[in-house]
């Protein structure tokens, strides 16, 4: 025996109960045509946001793309290639590291990743 499932009597979000033609309803929702408006709204700004955030960290990434960071990797290679000693590489990774901690726009890259949203499990 097949299912046959309940049509709803009003809004969901708002309480409006419908019209005998089913004019206010909007189809296969429970909202009425205004709630429809702002549930649309409210869903197209967060996407929209989401979809700037994404474009920002991706024009972030372009200076730090292989094909952009070629040079800088080449100049590394002939200083480490000059090291011999244990003690000149830690000199040398010393100064790196400090080089990156005090990079801004590279830590401005880092710390806009969405890892903790991805975890996050409250909505």
């Known amino acids: 025996m097949a299912y046959k499932k309940e049509l709803s009597k009003c809004c969901s979000k708002c309480g409006v109960e419908w019209l005998a033609d089913l004019s206010n309803k909007t189809p296969k929702r429970a909202l ?28 972030k990434k372009s200076s730090y793309t292989f094909k952009n960071r070629n040079p800088f990797w080449q100049t590394l290679r002939i200083k480490l290639r000059m090291m011999k000693n244990r003690e000149e590489w830690l000199a040398f990774i010393k100064q790196r590291m400090d080089e990156i901690l005090e990079d801004k726009v590279l830590m401005d890259y880092i710390n806009d990743t969405d890892v903790l949203d991805k975890f996050n499990t409250e909505k």
């Open 32 to 59: 009425c045509l205004e709630c429809k408006v702002e549930v649309n709204k409210e869903y197209s700004i967060k996407n929209n946001l989401g979809r700037k955030r994404l474009y920002n960290r991706m024009e």
